[in-house]
């Protein structure tokens, strides 16, 4: 599967973002699909996860309660919405999908196989 991350862009503290990774060659509804993001000098972190049945969702401590991540399977992309957006934030963020991520693996980068190319985010104060 071919992933394509898009939505980025920068806006100030507070504000809102809605990224969204498109797939293309297979159906993503298929994949366990995941937000990571790297900011300068950083290691690349999870963010958050969507698993194929019911759709269970997952967080980083730190994204809880502004991050929603969702699937919409007519169009066959997943969807990062960020609210309350803070300096923090500022990252390149991207898009990763995997058939084969058990539980233990949904917050590792080892357990995603394609990845995006990333979209960056940032967040002024």
């Known amino acids: 599967v071919q992933l394509q991350a898009s939505g980025g862009g920068l806006v100030q503290a507070g504000a809102s973002l809605r990224l969204s990774c498109a797939a293309s060659?297979?159906?993503?509804?298929?994949?366990?699909v995941a937000w990571f993001r790297q900011a300068p000098g950083k290691e690349r972190e999870f963010v958050a996860a969507?698993?194929?049945?019911?759709?269970?969702?997952y967080y980083a401590d730190s994204v809880k309660e502004r991050f929603a991540i969702s699937r919409d399977n007519a169009k066959n992309t997943v969807s990062l919405q960020m609210n309350s957006l803070k300096p923090e934030d500022t990252a390149v963020y991207y898009c990763?999908?995997?058939?084969?991520?058990?539980?233990?693996?949904?917050?590792?980068?080892?357990?995603?196989?394609?990845w995006g190319q990333g979209t960056q985010v940032t967040v002024s104060s």
């Open positions: 969507i698993r194929r049945s019911q759709g269970h969702t």
């Open positions: 060659g297979r159906t993503l509804r298929d994949y366990v």
């Open positions: 990763a999908a995997d058939m084969g991520t058990i539980l233990s693996a949904v917050r590792s980068i080892g357990g995603y196989k394609n």
